[in-house]
T-cell receptor, first 115, second 112 residues
């Protein structure tokens, strides 16, 4: 079974703090993703990575950066947290390739509150 | 314009009934379609995938795909209270095999 883990389930940070969210997958997947989920807006892609040290912006990258130094680990960084970044953050991983059967597997999520 | 659209609900059905969830998408040549179930406070889990026109059945779940009309649906037969969750539709576009577009989800309530 694919296992995707996230470093924290709940996190409370203050405005202006630098925040690190960590994600680890154990299935040797090439692709990893960071989403945020807000009521009524669904899942929105922040960044994804298709290989070590490679990244691509998603739909809402502003205010975020990412790091992928090892294949199994993908970090999301909030350089200076703001209250509008209060959200549920979901990490996902997926095997690379063009096969239409490859689906995304999600971690348990981190609920971040910025006060 | 949203890529994937779902009615947010809530959709309420009595226990034992058929729940019908619908999703429309804008990319005419999308090839892969997925239904995820998400319980409150939990992360999405994949329950069905479908790639060809027609129906695909798995237990109490049936996914239906109509590419000409650009919609995909999920039927849940003999609905149970444990099916109460938000159901997310996801579409893999034709121009980026790594990217998924998600709908905002339909909340389903199954009443005992």
């Amino acid at each position: 079974d694919v296992k995707v883990t996230q470093s924290s389930r709940y996190l409370v940070k203050r405005t202006g703090e630098k925040v690190f969210l960590e994600c680890v997958q154990d299935m040797d997947h090439e692709n990893m993703f960071w989403y945020r989920q807000d009521p009524g807006l669904g899942l929105r892609l922040i960044y994804f990575s298709y290989d070590v040290k490679m990244k691509e912006k998603g739909d809402i990258p502003e205010g975020y950066s990412v790091s992928r130094e090892k294949k199994e680990r993908f970090s999301l960084i909030l350089e200076s947290a703001s209250t509008n970044q209060t959200s549920m953050y979901l990490c996902a991983s997926k095997r690379s390739g063009t096969s239409r059967t490859y689906e995304q597997y999600f971690g348990p999520g981190t609920r971040l509150t910025v006060t | 314009q949203k890529e994937v659209e779902q009615n947010s609900g809530p959709l309420s059905v009595p226990e034992g009934a058929i729940a019908s969830l619908n999703c429309t998408y804008s990319d005419r040549v999308s090839q892969s379609f997925f239904w995820y179930r998400q319980y409150s406070g939990k992360s999405p889990e994949l329950i069905m995938s479908i790639y060809s026109n027609g129906d695909k059945e798995d237990g109490r779940f049936t996914a239906q795909l109509n590419k000409a009309s650009q919609y995909v649906s999920l039927l849940i037969r003999d609905s149970q209270p444990s099916d109460s969750a938000t159901y997310l539709c996801a579409v893999k576009p034709s121009d980026n095999f790594n990217k998924f577009y998600f709908g905002s989800g339909t909340k389903l309530n199954v009443k005992p």
